[in-house]
């Protein structure tokens, strides 16, 4: 089995403090439709940053730039739909309400709560478990950025309304093109086979990203590699550098749209040496991370879901404390003061 073979780095159960165990994904993200990552509202340009084209490349360009919120969130709402149909949310110490993101009362007793982490609610917090960074283009965001300009039209199917009036809904704003490819790296500190399963999950099951994901944001997300240790891979910068690298030594052009065959080549070939960097002790062969693959998609297969996000559920039960029992400890407080 995959999953025996990362046993060294994965914890036999959940457990309060951390013990050095880490599972490194390489992860690529490819959007299949217009897409949207910006940090303020409309009209605003790309998310991006100045940096390095490459390792031996010196030469200085602008790369888009996928922030770590906009990955984890869209991920995290998967995950917890799969939650919410099978009543594994439960209700926040700080109300009658059942765990929600984005309304500083979190339950603090759920899966994602345990494994994402939690920083408000009755008492203590949560680290996440789930440690990401920006993705970076692998191609300059001059080469992958365009504008749209967007209109309203009136429910006759026209720009104007029954008056004549001409529509003054009208605006220009900036997407990234369809076929842009990202590269991440994303870190599980600490997490059982079962967590593992969960988060892997949410990654490829997780397919609208960005702003207006109910229009826009398209994305495909595959697992490169895997690789167990006990230290973090290197970043996501460095990997889009030496990829970028090896790109530009083979002599083919690299240019927007980018043969997505020939980029993943070459991500092989660029974390192919990962394991001699220190605290890098295995990685998932092709065959390994295909079987673990059909592992996650067993687990939450419709017949399987229930059973695994149960089983998993059940594995924070000795950790958990119920509203009252966060009540009691706060009256408790009270009174000492």
């Known amino acids: 089995m995959t999953v025996e073979k990362l046993t060294p780095f994965l914890a036999p159960t959940y457990e309060n403090f951390p013990k050095g165990r880490t599972i490194g994904l390489v992860v690529l993200r490819t959007t299949h439709s217009e897409t949207i990552f910006r940090t303020e509202g409309s009209g605003e340009p ?49 109300g009658d309400s059942i765990c929600s993101l984005n309304t500083n009362a979190p339950c603090e007793m759920c899966i994602d709560c345990f494994l994402y982490g939690f920083a408000a609610g009755g008492e203590g917090a949560q680290k996440s478990r789930v440690w990401t960074e920006d993705a970076f283009s692998v191609l300059p965001s001059t080469e992958l950025v365009g504008d749209r300009t967007i209109n309203a039209i009136f429910e006759n199917g026209t720009m104007r309304d029954e008056n004549g009036t001409a529509s003054t809904a009208l605006n220009t704003s900036e997407y990234i093109k369809p076929g842009v490819h990202f590269l991440d790296i994303v870190t599980l500190k600490d997490v059982t086979a079962d967590e593992l399963r969960y988060v892997l999950g949410n990654i490829l099951l997780t397919t609208r990203y960005g702003a207006v994901s109910s229009r826009v944001g398209r994305m495909e997300n595959e697992i490169l590699g895997v690789f167990g240790g006990i230290a973090e891979l290197p970043s996501s910068l460095e990997l889009v550098q030496a990829v970028h690298d090896r790109l530009k030594a083979s002599g083919k052009p690299v240019e927007h749209p980018l043969n997505t065959n020939e980029l993943i080549s070459a991500t092989k070939q660029a974390i192919s040496t990962w394991i001699n960097k220190r605290g890098i002790s295995m990685q998932l062969s092709e065959d390994e991370l295909n079987n673990l693959i059909a592992d996650v998609d067993r687990h939450l297969s419709p017949n399987e879901q229930e059973n ?27 009174k000492a003061t």
Request: charged share 40%.
């Open 308 to 334: 695994f996000l149960k089983r998993l559920d059940r594995s924070y039960e000795n950790f958990r404390r119920s509203p009252a029992e966060i009540e009691t400890k706060k009256d408790k407080k009270k």
């Open 46 to 94: 790309m998310c991006s940053e100045f940096v390095r084209s490459g390792i031996e490349d010196k030469n200085i360009i602008s790369r888009l730039v996928m922030t770590k919120r906009k990955q984890v969130a869209p991920e995290r709402r998967r995950g917890r739909e799969f939650l919410r149909s099978h009543n594994l949310l439960y209700t926040s110490p700080k």
